[in-house]
């Protein structure tokens, strides 16, 4: 039965959904690892069906200012995928691709920005293209746009995107660990409804 709202899932599609995020965020550790020479692994991911304020909260609060990386995707999958960077991980990358680190998001200059969006794609496309592999579908990505903002704000583009759809916003994702340290970042991605259902068809728990 194709689903509706983001609540309707039941617990072996989510549950699926946890494993396509563990193989996806794994792959975008992987990269961000490579990247920066140092040993970065996820945690366990989360697949959270939430409403717009949970879902903010669950990223650390309305007016927390973060960087977010989002890219648009389309082709067999329509939706969002964000990254979501706070001023730790923000730092991580700045110290080991530049030399140098900043106090507060103000001092993002643009060559800053630029090593924090070509991060946060290469993080997505990591994702991505493992979500591509297992599924066996084709997704195009569009160009990275990049934010500094309260993530209240951050995240309603997704909700503006696709609140017509649902009142609930599905999120699968979870935090880095970087050389044994924990940091509060987030990769999530969010499908349409009709990507959604066509990526449980593809993957074997949903017949229609």
């Known amino acids: 039965m194709a689903i509706k709202t983001y609540d309707q899932m039941n617990s072996l599609e989510i549950d699926t959904l946890r494993e396509i995020g563990s193989i996806g965020t794994g792959?975008?550790?992987?990269?961000l690892s490579q990247m920066l020479g140092k040993e970065v692994r996820i945690t366990l991911p989360e697949v959270r069906i939430m409403g717009y304020n949970e879902a903010i909260e669950w990223i650390g609060g309305p007016e927390a200012v973060t960087a977010g990386v989002l890219v648009k995707m389309s082709g067999d999958m329509g939706g969002i995928m964000l990254s979501v960077q706070k001023l730790e991980l923000v730092n991580i990358i700045l110290e080991t691709m530049l030399g140098q680190s900043i106090q507060d998001y103000e001092e993002l200059a643009e060559l800053e920005r630029s090593a924090l969006i070509e991060i946060g794609n290469i993080m997505i496309s990591a994702f991505v293209t493992a979500l591509s592999g297992l599924a066996g579908i084709d997704v195009n990505l569009t160009v990275p746009a990049f934010a500094v903002d309260m993530q209240g704000a951050i995240l309603a583009v997704p909700m503006a995107e696709y609140g017509g759809m649902s009142d609930y916003l599905?999120?699968?994702?979870?935090?880095?660990?970087?050389?044994?340290?924990?940091v509060p970042s987030h990769l999530m991605l969010s499908p349409d409804l009709r990507s959604l259902n066509f990526l449980l068809r593809k993957l074997g728990v949903s017949d229609e």
Not at 170 to 182: A, L, Q, R, S
């Open 170 to 182: 599905m999120t699968i994702g979870g935090n880095f660990v970087c050389d044994g340290k924990e």
């Open 27 to 31: 792959n975008a550790a992987t990269a």
